[in-house]
């Protein structure tokens, strides 16, 4: 209905041409729609077939995930990554979550997973930017205003680019995975993933 509304998909000659508008681009609503999809798709709750995936984890994320209010779900589904050019000053919220990130010239990013309360400092962060954040800084009020926030208490990790393993933040750049978990070695997965439901709409002329 969407791409017929934008005319997206036009009738001539008793067939129909399609160019699907993926991205909602004309709806901002509806913008974040095919990035939650994607998400859900790879969350453990749909791989509990998958190696490494304890069926107690599903089942707590079974719990917590049911529980929650719409907002706070969003959240836990595509987290929030948040870009800071100094502890003290916020520079920009992301809506992609992928490893681009790391070639970004921001030093510091907060991620916000609901559960999970990541601050990774880049490899090239300054040297005279104090790790972790001070007690006074916006990030840290920040942080602390999350933590409050919650109906469960977040684990609060702080990851040094540089030194610390980045395991734990990299497994939320989702954007860079395929569906079957696997990390691509460039951000594929999900333009992939667009391409996939573009072609099957057309195919099956949905």
């Not at 901002?28 to 509990?48: E, G, M, N």
């Not at 609901?114 to 972790?132: G, M, Q």
Request: aromatic residues 10%; glycine residues 4%; charged residues 20%.
């Amino acid at each position: 209905q969407y791409n017929k509304a934008y005319k997206n998909v036009t009738s001539g000659g008793g067939t129909e041409m399609y160019n699907i508008d993926v991205n909602f681009s004309h709806c901002s609503q509806l913008q974040p729609l095919s990035r939650f999809v994607f998400a859900i798709l790879l969350s453990p709750l749909l791989q509990v077939s998958s190696e490494g995936i304890h069926p107690d984890y599903v089942t707590y994320l079974q719990c917590l995930l049911s529980a929650l209010e719409p907002a706070s779900l969003r959240q836990a589904i595509w987290p929030t990554l948040i870009s800071y050019s100094s502890p003290d000053v916020e520079a920009e919220v992301h809506q992609s979550l992928s490893r681009t990130v790391f070639t970004s010239e921001r030093p510091i990013f907060l991620l916000d997973a609901y559960k999970d309360l990541l601050v990774y400092y880049s490899p090239t962060a300054s040297s005279e930017i104090p790790f972790p954040p001070p007690r006074d800084c916006l990030l840290r009020s920040t942080v602390d205003r999350l933590k409050q926030e919650r109906n469960i208490t977040p684990k609060l990790v702080f990851i040094q680019g540089a030194h610390d393993d980045t395991t734990e933040f990299e497994k939320y750049l989702v954007e860079d995975q395929t569906l079957d978990g696997s990390l691509l070695p460039s951000s594929t997965g999900f333009s992939s993933f667009l391409d996939e439901v573009r072609s099957k709409v057309a195919e099956h002329s949905i």
